[in-house]
């Protein structure tokens, strides 16, 4: 497992952007598959985007499709969420998720929170019309 640290998360208006961190130690080996997923009060948390990072070949829910987009800078052992367009319902509790091989070699998997062996704590963002 490795220790995740989120940070980036803030209130917004409607249509505005945000961009998200997920940093991983640096002496970590960086994890094959990381992701972000979100969770909403009353809501179950949902995958909002898998990355393979080897590859950076990255699979995104349709909800944000677009929208958001998924990056990663090596060197720093970061990953980033770049959200753009965002809207009420995109308010969340957003968390990075690390996880094996066996996460990110199915495109199907890389949005289901089962196959993630690490988590951060979250960084809010609000989104008000």
């Known amino acids: 497992q490795v220790r995740l640290l989120e940070s980036g998360g803030d209130s917004v208006q409607a249509g505005g952007s945000l961009t998200l961190s997920c940093t991983a130690p640096?002496?970590?080996?960086?994890?094959?598959?990381m992701a972000w997923f979100r969770q909403a009060p009353g809501k179950e948390r949902e995958g909002v985007a898998g990355?393979?990072?080897?590859?950076?070949?990255?699979s995104y829910a349709d909800s944000v499709k677009g929208r958001f987009a998924a990056s990663q800078n090596n060197r720093k052992k970061t990953l980033y969420l770049q959200m753009n367009s965002l809207k009420p319902e995109d308010t969340a509790m957003y968390y990075c998720?690390?996880?094996?091989?066996?996460?990110?070699?199915?495109?199907?998997?890389?949005?289901?929170?089962?196959?993630?062996?690490?988590w951060g704590q979250g960084t809010q963002v609000t989104v008000s019309s």
């Open positions: 998720a690390a996880g094996p091989t066996s996460a990110c070699n199915e495109r199907s998997r890389r949005l289901s929170s089962i196959f993630y062996d690490s």
């Open positions: 640096e002496s970590a080996t960086t994890p094959y598959c």
């Open positions: 990355m393979r990072t080897v590859d950076d070949d990255t």
